[in-house]
Nanobody, 121 residues
């Protein structure tokens, strides 16, 4: 069983930065491709970013490209999402996901509980 725990969310103003972390335990971290998704109130969950097993490949939603950066530290069993130039439309609950067989671009096998990000204008 894999456990994912997100942290780093909060309330910020437009233009500010946040770094989300997702700590993974229970299995060898490097066996999992990782992703970040978000869900705003009244909206469906959407893909934000993903990173391959050793970090050589990264993917981003168009809405965050150039502002967000995903990275992973396999020695710390943690994946990060650096979010810069935040906008009110980035407000959502952010979830990390892990998948052993594929890069989680649409869904993942394991999910964290989510961390709230609120961006005020």
């Amino acid at each position: 069983q894999v456990q994912l725990v997100e942290s780093g969310g909060g309330l910020v103003q437009a233009g500010d930065s946040l770094r989300l972390s997702c700590a993974v335990s229970g299995r060898t971290f490097s066996r999992y491709a990782m992703g970040w998704f978000r869900q705003a109130p009244g909206k469906e969950r959407e893909f934000v970013s993903a990173v391959s097993w050793i970090g050589s490949g990264t993917w981003y939603a168009e809405s965050v490209k150039g502002r967000f950066t995903i990275s992973r530290d396999n020695a710390k069993n943690t994946v990060y999402l650096q979010m810069n130039s935040l906008k009110p439309e980035d407000t959502a609950v952010y979830y990390c996901a892990a998948d052993q067989k594929k890069v989680p671009l649409t869904t993942g096998d394991y999910w964290g509980q989510g961390t709230q990000v609120t961006v005020s204008s």
